[in-house]
């Protein structure tokens, strides 16, 4: 879980908003993306799956993700050993897109993904399927 934020503060200046005891804010750029996924200890616990994408509303942001399959070298060869996905969000469209390139492709590849749009208003989720080209408006 991400602790709450107060968005759409002047740049520069801090927010102030009251965290509980225990907590572990999270301090972001307006338009950050930050991908989550579920604790692993090494490279065969690659889950596949699904994966939480995170939206800081407030900027234009953007992050590519790149996989590779955890055990050989072959992500050294240009395009054949990963698979890069670039998200692009627009905040005044309010809408995430993502594009997959690279001829790599695994069962442990993330094939689903939660995204969470954050701003001061609140949260906006939705799940879809990666491995191509998407968006989805938050």
């Known amino acids: 879980p991400v602790a709450p ?3 759409g503060v002047a ?3 801090l927010g102030v908003a009251p965290i509980r005891a ?3 804010p999270r301090y972001v750029r307006p338009g950050a993306i930050v991908t989550l996924s579920p604790v692993i200890q090494h490279t065969g616990e690659m889950p596949g799956g699904s994966l939480t994408v995170f939206v800081y509303t407030g900027a234009d942001g953007s992050f590519s993700l790149v996989e590779d399959d955890g ?3 072959a992500y050294q060869i240009a395009g054949s050993g990963t698979r890069s996905t670039h998200f692009m969000w627009s905040d005044r469209d309010r809408k995430l897109s993502w594009r997959a390139s690279g001829g790599f492709a695994c069962a442990r590849c993330y094939s689903q993904a939660t995204f969470v749009a954050i701003s001061s208003a609140g949260r906006v989720t939705s799940s879809h399927t990666l491995g191509g ?3 989805v408006t938050l």
């Open 71 to 73: 055990e050989t070298l």
């Open 11 to 13: 740049p520069g200046l």
């Open 133 to 135: 080209n998407g968006s």
């Open 5 to 7: 934020i107060r968005a």
């Open 22 to 24: 225990g907590a572990n």
